[in-house]
């Protein structure tokens, strides 16, 4: 195997996987797609390979629905004046990233108010027991023990209500939220078992890339770890935090052969290299026939070739200031309506009155129609 640096990859590599929506014809067929993502401002490399590279794909063959989660952000300590910034550039990070306007539909979760409404009901149907089970809750609640609010325990069931208010069948999610999935189908069975067929079944479909490790190595990669490659960094910014990367430890001196499956950068080099060029590396660092600069040197830049045309579309996106907010206005435009949909049903189901039943115009129109229905009194009459 020649040591040769090969040429940095043009375009970023194309897998497939288990569960990836190349493979996913294998499975039943999903006829809508609902996912979102916590405003957490500038977006990086493992915000794109865990969700957005997928997102991107899934616009192109399903009608999907992208949300800005900002009523789950509100479980976790943050500061009201940031809050504002931080939507609006993850958005610039998801159009920055390939998502398109006339492709998809993007929206902020807490302009449609129906999320929040759903989630109470399904409240009501959700044992403790279940939610008690979510890891995630667990591993939340260790990282800010002085804030372990109810929101942060009943998330689940807001993602839940997510979904189904527009009864999505598809969620791309990666490992770590399959079990939420599962959470939505257990919830979803039960009311319809209770109160009839009314939402679609859920089903997960896995990213190609569940877990991208932080440049520390240790953690997974988030901007509050500050162990990320932003989406929106130069590339002398990518290799200014390639180069001082940890690697594999056993690689104390350029002669030193090392393993690539324990370090970190060649996990990077499975995301973004060719198989020649994995292979390259791979036996470079088992035989010291590379030293990690030059390992580091071509990762850093085909992370660069995929990044490059994101900076683009940024600056073009930056040149058009209204652009975020007219995405996310036709976004709630449009699902407003059929949020408000689910939830006539939902209330139909339950036996509650529609939201218009007691506006004054419909009271209005009863008491002039002697054949519209009215309440029963308190004792049982006809409430005249
Ligand atoms: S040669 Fe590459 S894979 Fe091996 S330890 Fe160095 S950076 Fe890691």
């Not at 027991?129 to 372990?148: A, H, W």
């Not at 999935?181 to 479909?205: C, H, I, L, Q, S």
């Not at 690539?260 to 990077?268: A, D, G, L, M, Q």
Request: net charge neutral; glycine share 8%.
């Amino acid at each position: 195997m020649s040591s040769t640096t090969p040429e940095p990859r043009a375009t970023e590599p194309k897998t497939a996987g288990p569960g990836s929506p190349e493979s996913d014809d294998a499975q039943a067929p999903i006829t809508s797609v609902f996912s979102g993502m916590q405003p957490s401002g500038e977006l990086h490399i493992g915000n794109y390979l865990g969700a957005l590279k997928t997102w991107v794909q899934l616009q192109e063959r399903y009608p999907c629905i992208f949300c800005v989660v900002d009523l789950h952000a509100l479980t976790q300590p943050f500061e009201p004046r940031e809050m504002p910034g931080r939507i609006r550039d993850m958005v610039i990070g998801w159009l920055s990233a390939g998502l398109d306007p006339d492709r998809c539909t993007m929206f902020v979760q807490s302009t449609v108010a129906e999320h929040a409404e759903l989630a109470w009901v399904l409240n009501t149907i959700t044992p403790m027991g279940l939610l008690e089970r979510m890891t995630q809750f667990k591993d939340k609640s260790k990282r800010q023990p002085e804030n372990i609010n109810v929101g942060l325990f009943d998330y689940p069931v807001l993602q839940a209500a997510d979904i189904v208010v527009y009864r999505a069948d598809g969620v791309p999610v990666g490992e770590d939220q399959v079990q939420h999935v599962e959470f939505t189908r257990d919830v979803v069975g039960k009311f319809n078992y209770r109160f009839g067929e009314t939402f679609p079944m859920p089903r997960a479909r896995l990213s190609q890339a569940p877990r991208v490790m932080g440049l520390d190595g240790e953690r997974k990669m988030s901007k509050s770890l500050g162990n990320q490659i932003g989406l929106n960094d130069s590339p002398e910014e990518v290799w200014n935090k390639i180069a001082p990367a940890k690697t594999d430890i056993r690689r104390k001196r350029r002669t030193d052969p090392g393993v690539p499956e324990e370090c970190n950068i060649f996990s990077y080099h499975r995301f973004f290299s060719s198989s020649e060029q994995q292979a390259w590396a791979a036996e470079g660092c088992r035989t010291a026939g590379i030293g990690c600069r030059e390992c580091k040197r071509l990762v850093a830049d085909n992370i660069n070739a995929v990044l490059a045309p994101m900076r683009e579309r940024r600056a073009a996106i930056e040149r058009r200031p209204r652009l975020v907010d007219e995405t996310l206005a036709a976004g709630t435009a449009k699902l407003r309506p059929l949020a408000r949909e689910t939830m006539e049903l939902v209330r139909e189901r339950l036996g509650l009155p529609t939201a218009e039943r007691y506006q004054p115009s419909a009271c209005r129109s009863r008491s002039t129609d002697p054949t519209a229905s009215s309440p029963p009194s308190p004792s049982g009459g006809t409430g005249r």
